[in-house]
């Protein structure tokens, strides 16, 4: 596997996972089952996504992107102290939509820097970028 293939499946991981630890993370905070029911859906799909990134990887016998725990206990301590005082359906959407915002600018820095990627990838982290910003459109309702 090509070095900019690998770096986009592993963009692909990354992004995922921080997503679905986000979104593990808010659930417990969200009262509106409406919210909770999107956030449920939003959090099976970024996984079929992270596994189809994965696979791609341990098919072709490639290391798969290992977070250092560090940059998911920002995260998971970014958001309890978001939210420790504002657990309101509006703050909880603007902070998923803030995190939807910065993996979408993440997936097209990775994609731009690693313009020599296959198309088949480059079209995977697509699928990943136009389903935040599908996302982002849906929760502005709750704003």
């Known amino acids: 596997m090509r070095k900019d293939d690998a770096e986009i499946l592993r963009g692909i991981q990354r992004n995922?996972?921080?997503?679905?630890?986000?979104?593990?993370?808010?659930?417990?905070?969200?009262?509106?089952?409406?919210?909770?029911?999107?956030?449920?859906?939003?959090?099976?799909?970024?996984?079929?996504?992270?596994?189809?990134?994965?696979?791609?990887?341990?098919?072709?016998?490639?290391?798969?992107?290992?977070?250092?725990?560090?940059?998911?206990?920002?995260?998971?301590?970014?958001?309890?102290?978001?939210?420790?005082?504002?657990t309101s359906t509006s703050h909880m959407a603007e902070i998923v939509i803030q995190g939807s915002n910065r993996g979408v600018l993440d997936m097209c820095k990775t994609v731009n820097k690693h313009e020599n990627a296959r198309n088949v990838y480059v079209e995977l982290a697509k699928e990943l970028m136009d389903f935040e910003e599908a996302n982002i459109r849906q929760l502005k309702k709750y704003l």
């Open 16 to 86: 995922t996972k921080m997503a679905m630890k986000a979104l593990d993370t808010i659930s417990d905070k969200v009262y509106d089952d409406d919210l909770a029911m999107q956030l449920s859906k939003q959090n099976l799909k970024y996984s079929e996504i992270y596994n189809k990134a994965t696979n791609t990887l341990l098919d072709n016998k490639t290391d798969e992107y290992r977070s250092g725990g560090i940059s998911e206990k920002m995260l998971v301590g970014g958001i309890q102290a978001n939210t420790l005082f504002n």
